[in-house]
T-cell receptor
Framework: DAGITQSPRHKVTETGTPVTLRCHQTENHRYMYWYRQDPGHGLRLIHY???????DKGEVSDGYSVSRSKTEDFLLTLESATSSQTSVYFCAITASGARTDTQYFGPGTRLTVL | AQKITQTQPGMFVQEKEAVTLDCTYD???????LFWYKQPSSGEMIFLIY??????QNATEGRYSLNFQKARKSANLVISASQLGDSAMYFC????????????FGAGTRLTVKP
């Protein structure tokens, strides 16, 4: 258990509305990530953070923004949700493993945009 | 660009038998890491096993082993003595370490263990 929680766990919203997903970690990890999971694509990186106020884009960042004002919280915002952003969103952190730094994932947030 | 390919959308295996899930990768970097994750129907992503590009021996973790063939750029997951609880999606992933731990995932293989 890497001490990662995501909220909300499920959300249904309408096209054009703003949505913010929260990732919270309790173990002071430096790196945090947001992925989306879609059938046939595995997980794709949206944005990541390497420290407070330090963020960068991933593979599929269009339509998303992030913020990290505290070490423990990493927020993902959809400024104006679209149906193509219906997905399962996972937050992850990098933690030291037995042999290497390893990414560990939160429980996921299922987002439906109608 | 880094790419991970899992060519088996679905696999079936009889309980107690071994199964191999295929993963090939493409990178021009010499230093990289390969990971396997399990996603049961409950949805969480569970880390299973890791192989470094410079590791001389194949990684093993309990019933999981990684058949690493560097020249072929393959990193197949072998599950021995399959159990019903092994039924899940399995994802292969690659990390290029000099890009802030960026991970690239394959599309996944759905494994079904039959009693």
């Amino acid at each position: 258990d890497a001490g990662i929680t995501q909220s909300p766990r499920h959300k249904v919203t309408e096209t054009g509305t703003p949505v913010t997903l929260r990732c919270h970690q309790t173990e002071n990890h430096r790196y945090m990530y947001w992925y989306r999971q879609d059938p046939g694509h595995g997980l794709r990186l949206i944005h990541y953070s390497y420290g407070v106020k330090d963020t960068d884009k991933g593979e599929v960042s269009d339509g998303y923004s992030v913020s990290r004002s505290k070490t423990e919280d990493f927020l993902l915002t959809l400024e104006s949700a679209t149906s193509s952003q219906t997905s399962v969103y996972f937050c992850a952190i990098t933690a030291s493993g037995a042999r290497t730094d390893t990414q560990y994932f939160g429980p996921g947030t299922r987002l439906t945009v109608l | 660009a880094q790419k991970i390919t899992q060519t088996q959308p679905g696999m079936f295996v009889q309980e107690k038998e071994a199964v191999t899930l295929d993963c090939t990768y493409d990178t021009s970097d010499q230093s990289y890491g390969l990971f396997w994750y399990k996603q049961p129907s409950s949805g969480e992503m569970i880390f299973l096993i890791y192989q470094g590009s410079y590791d001389e021996q194949n990684a093993t973790e309990g019933r999981y082993s990684l058949n690493f063939q560097k020249a072929r750029k393959s990193a197949n997951l072998v599950i021995s003595a399959s159990q019903l609880g092994d039924s899940a999606m399995y994802f292969c992933a690659m990390r290029v370490p000099y890009n802030n731990n960026d991970m690239r995932f394959g599309a996944g293989t759905r494994l079904t263990v039959k009693p």
